[in-house]
């Protein structure tokens, strides 16, 4: 018998491992505190109209946006929201694509594909198969590059993702990191191998239901990856992208509490790019074990609506998860940043063979080109990266 079957047996998910640095931050009590206190049924349609008549939102309007009370006047939210990413964003769309370097993984989370008792096929690149890689991606013209991972330490250690970091230096402008969350000296070194910002999805803020999803693994422990983005910023990182995987619990508190993060790091740390994913949960092995709440279309929309009204300086991402139809919406009235050519297996980029299998399925399978002429097409302009070195 072990954790897996025998739930006493199971590490606390509320307490740091050994290995995991402890940086004190008052953050988490802040976000769990806010979320908890978070009652969406209590906005009326005159809270909402207050929130949208002011120019900065408080937590409360935001709440407000959040609310079903907000879903009949969502063609208002978003008229406001196409506002605001035209007063920061003006038309620019910046263009990116993940490259999963590795699959590989030792959490045991039941929603996910990579999960490591799921059977399925796992590789990973060596440095002449991820050049070669990332050489196919920027001969599309793309200059930014999301690397992942699974979460295995063991097989994507540091220095193998750094010795990536390094590779994209060569081909890219921008490089962001989607991997295990790290201590501040891990971000310190993969920060000085060239790596500008580094995206954390909390899946979700409710620490029950958290535990619930992750059985084992260095992912359980819900303190350290809440913590993850402050601990990038100290090591250095430019910036750091916040999400809630929509549809593992409520996802009007799981969206207010990643609201409230984002938030309340850059109050605290004012120099840091702030960023939002806005993903839903896909079809998955065990999708019938998690019982998922469903997240539609308008209220998927409501979510990304209330993040660039609350905070409209904010980089957001809209995911391959999400069809072409409604991601070309969504770029016009709300998000800013949308990946083209993605393959989220392992390898299979340009001419080279794939070597491992998906996280989970993408709906919007269009090319660099064919997303690059959408983008036109709307009238918004294609950014391939907003960084210039001197």
Same mark, same amino acid.
């Not at 990116?96 to 990579?114: D, S, V, W």
């Not at 393959?343 to 064919?370: C, L, P, T, W, Y």
């Given at each position: 018998?072990?954790?897996?079957?025998?739930?006493?047996?199971?590490?606390?998910?509320?307490?740091?491992?050994?290995?995991?640095?402890?940086?004190?931050?008052?953050?988490?009590?802040?976000?769990?505190?806010?979320?908890?206190?978070?009652?969406?049924?209590?906005?009326?349609?005159?809270?909402?109209?207050?929130?949208?008549?002011?120019?900065?939102?408080?937590?409360?309007?935001?709440?407000?946006?959040?609310?079903?009370?907000?879903?009949?006047?969502?063609?208002?939210?978003?008229?406001?929201?196409?506002? %605001?990413?035209?007063?920061?964003? *003006?038309? @620019?769309?910046? =263009?990116?694509?993940?490259? $999963? /370097?590795?699959?590989? &993984?030792?959490?045991?989370?039941?929603?996910?594909?990579?999960?490591?008792?799921?059977?399925?096929?796992?590789?990973?690149?060596?440095?002449?198969?991820?050049?070669?890689?990332?050489?196919?991606?920027?001969?599309?013209?793309?200059? %930014?590059?999301?690397?992942?991972? *699974?979460? @295995?330490?063991? =097989?994507?250690?540091?220095? $193998? /993702?750094?010795?990536? &970091?390094?590779?994209?230096?060569?081909?890219?402008?921008?490089?962001?990191?989607?991997?295990?969350?790290?201590?501040?000296?891990?971000?310190?070194?993969?920060?000085?191998?060239?790596?500008?910002?580094?995206?954390?999805?909390?899946?979700?803020?409710?620490?029950?239901?958290?535990?619930?999803?992750?059985?084992?693994?260095?992912?359980? /422990?819900?303190?350290?990856?809440?913590?993850?983005?402050?601990?990038?910023?100290?090591?250095?990182?430019?910036?750091?992208?916040?999400?809630?995987?929509?549809?593992?619990?409520?996802?009007?508190?799981?969206?207010?509490?990643?609201?409230?993060?984002?938030?309340?790091?850059?109050?605290?740390?004012?120099?840091?790019?702030?960023?939002?994913?806005?993903?839903?949960?896909?079809?998955?092995?065990?999708?019938?074990?998690?019982?998922?709440?469903?997240?539609?279309?308008?209220?998927?929309?409501?979510?990304?609506?209330?993040?660039?009204?609350?905070?409209?300086?904010?980089?957001?991402?809209?995911?391959?998860?999400?069809?072409?139809?409604?991601?070309?919406?969504?770029?016009?009235?709300?998000?800013?940043?949308?990946?083209?050519?993605?393959?989220?297996?392992?390898?299979?980029?340009?001419?080279?063979?794939?070597?491992?299998?998906?996280?989970?399925?993408?709906?919007?399978?269009?090319?660099?080109?064919?997303?690059?002429?959408?983008?036109?097409?709307?009238?918004?302009?294609?950014?391939?990266?907003?960084?210039?070195?001197?």
């Amino acid at each position: 018998m072990d954790e897996l079957t025998n739930p006493e047996l199971r590490i606390d998910h509320m307490t740091y491992l050994p290995d995991m640095e402890d940086i004190g931050s008052e953050i988490q009590d802040k976000v769990i505190a806010a979320m908890e206190s978070y009652d969406a049924g209590r906005y009326t349609a005159e809270d909402v109209k207050t929130a949208l008549e002011k120019d900065v939102l408080s937590l409360d309007d935001f709440g407000a946006l959040l609310s079903p009370a907000a879903l009949p006047m969502l063609e208002e939210i978003a008229q406001r929201a196409q506002l %605001e990413k035209e007063k920061h964003f *003006g038309s @620019s769309i910046q =263009m990116f694509t993940p490259l $999963y /370097i590795a699959n590989y &993984c030792e959490n045991y989370c039941i929603y996910c594909g990579f999960n490591c008792h799921n059977k399925i096929h796992r590789a990973k690149l060596n440095t002449e198969e991820i050049e070669r890689e990332m050489k196919a991606i920027s001969e599309t013209g793309l200059e %930014e590059v999301l690397i992942l991972t *699974g979460e @295995s330490k063991k =097989m994507s250690n540091v220095e $193998y /993702i750094g010795e990536a &970091c390094k590779i994209a230096k060569k081909y890219f402008k921008v490089t962001g990191l989607e991997v295990y969350p790290m201590n501040t000296d891990e971000y310190r070194y993969l920060h000085q191998c060239g790596a500008d910002y580094v995206t954390v999805f909390q899946e979700t803020y409710d620490s029950d239901k958290y535990e619930t999803l992750h059985l084992a693994g260095h992912k359980r /422990i819900f303190p350290y990856r809440l913590n993850a983005q402050e601990r990038a910023i100290r090591g250095g990182m430019r910036g750091v992208g916040f999400a809630a995987l929509l549809g593992l619990s409520d996802f009007r508190k799981d969206a207010f509490a990643t609201g409230t993060h984002a938030c309340l790091i850059q109050q605290k740390y004012p120099h840091a790019d702030i960023a939002f994913s806005c993903p839903r949960l896909r079809p998955i092995i065990n999708n019938d074990k998690i019982n998922p709440k469903d997240v539609h279309e308008p209220q998927l929309l409501q979510v990304m609506c209330a993040y660039r009204i609350f905070l409209p300086f904010a980089s957001m991402t809209i995911s391959t998860r999400e069809c072409a139809r409604f991601r070309d919406n969504s770029i016009k009235i709300a998000a800013t940043k949308i990946s083209a050519g993605v393959d989220v297996g392992i390898g299979g980029h340009g001419n080279n063979e794939k070597k491992g299998d998906e996280q989970f399925e993408i709906s919007d399978g269009r090319n660099v080109k064919e997303v690059y002429e959408a983008i036109k097409t709307q009238g918004l302009q294609p950014v391939m990266s907003e960084y210039i070195y001197v």
